[in-house]
């Protein structure tokens, strides 16, 4: 991967850290700090969620999303935020773990 990748990379991973802050007032959301470690790391520490952040020309949304699923720990919803160049970014996750927060968000307006 070129610096310019890279730095492409990580100027998404710091808007969606500022994305995520405001829509999750008082969370501790910040960029991961990828280790050489051989140890996952989400592309976005973030309360609930494991995120891979994937942007460029046309990224691979499977394979983002399998990445999340297959590190994230129990108890967060593994989930890929993907945006193209010059497009809206968007979220893929699994359709149960969307109809999940679908139900959360149910049961609250309910109440």
């Known amino acids: 991967m070129g610096a310019l990748s890279r730095r ?7 808007e969606l850290v500022h994305c995520f802050r405001d829509a999750m007032p008082g969370a501790d959301v910040r960029r991961g700090l990828q280790s050489r470690g051989g140890e996952e790391v989400a592309d ?8 891979e952040a994937k942007r460029g020309r046309q990224p691979n949304v499977r ?7 297959e590190a994230a720990p129990q ?3 593994p989930l890929a935020v993907i945006r193209d160049d010059r497009a809206e970014a968007f979220v893929a996750l699994s359709l149960d773990d969307f109809l999940e927060l679908v139900r959360e968000r149910w049961e609250g307006r309910t109440r």
Do not use: H, M
Request: proline content about 4%.
């Open 8 to 14: 492409k990379g990580r100027r998404f991973e710091q």
């Open 63 to 69: 394979r983002a999303l399998r990445q999340a699923e």
């Open 75 to 77: 108890g967060r919803i």
């Open 44 to 51: 976005l520490d973030c309360p609930v969620f494991w995120i």
